[in-house]
T-cell receptor, first 114, second 112 residues
Framework: DAGVTQSPTHLIKTRGQHVTLRCSPI?????VSWYQQVLGQGPQFIFQ???????GRGNFPDRFSARQFPNYSSELNVNALLLGDSALYLC?????????????FGPGTRLLVL | SQELEQSPQSLIVQEGKNLTINCTSS?????LYWYKQKYGEGLIFLMM?????EEKSHEKITAKLDEKKQQSSLHITASQPSHAGIYLC????????????FGQGTRLTINP
């Protein structure tokens, strides 16, 4: 079975632009979470979606938004890009909301903002 | 300061040697997750610990959660080049395994 897939793998944008990142969860998984990992640091939680509803949001500005589609895939949108948004964006999926479920991560999208 | 502090931040060991990575939290840990990351890639799930005193092993990697549930250690026995990478501990802070807070990571290099 395919794991979590993300597209694109790499992206270069300039300040002020908008970007959309995409994630397809493992088949059967209904929960998708997004994380931002700046170079040299651990991932930071951005959003969690389950059954198309936002179930959690980390400490990120409103420039960051996301949505989940009926097929459980998800998009992360970032508006008005800043240099500090340059990072590896990771998507993770799990079956449901059970407290001790394991998350499985995708390979990430590397975003460079110039 | 980080909610989860990992030590050391980087580690270089000779192939075949044992090593330990620590993860310390200022708050009680209700679920502690260990992941491995190849440089610039996604995270690979290693183990999850929930109960104080719990210990789990997978191949040559053993993880423990101390009784007070505020520290976890990851021990690798007889290290191999395939163990090289970044090890990350993550804690369930927001209520659920889907919203983890991570430490800053420990970069492990194995010298042949």
């Amino acid at each position: 079975d395919a794991g979590v897939t993300q597209s694109p793998t790499h992206l270069i944008k300039t300040r002020g632009q908008h970007v959309t990142l995409r994630c397809s969860p493992i088949s059967g998984h209904k929960s998708v979470s997004w994380y931002q990992q700046v170079l040299g640091q651990g991932p930071q939680f951005i959003f969690q979606y389950y059954e198309k509803e936002e179930r959690g949001r980390g400490n990120f500005p409103d420039r960051f938004s996301a949505r989940q589609f009926p097929n459980y895939s998800s998009e992360l949108n970032v508006n008005a890009l800043l240099l500090g948004d340059s990072a590896l964006y990771l998507c993770a999926s799990s079956w449901g909301l059970a407290g001790r479920e394991t998350q499985y991560f995708g390979p990430g999208t590397r975003l460079l903002v110039l | 300061s980080q909610e989860l502090e990992q030590s050391p931040q980087s580690l270089i060991v000779q192939e075949g040697k044992n090593l330990t990575i620590n993860c310390t939290s200022s708050k009680t840990l209700y679920g502690l997750y260990w992941y491995k990351q190849k440089y610039g890639e996604g995270l690979i799930f290693l183990m999850m610990l929930q109960k104080g005193g719990e210990e789990k092993s997978h191949e040559k990697i053993t993880a423990k959660l101390d009784e007070k549930k505020q520290q976890s250690s990851l021990h690798i026995t007889a290290s191999q080049p395939s163990h090289a990478g970044i090890y990350l501990c993550g804690a369930d802070r927001y209520g659920g395994a889907q919203k983890l807070v991570f430490g800053q990571g420990t970069r492990l290099t194995i010298n042949p």
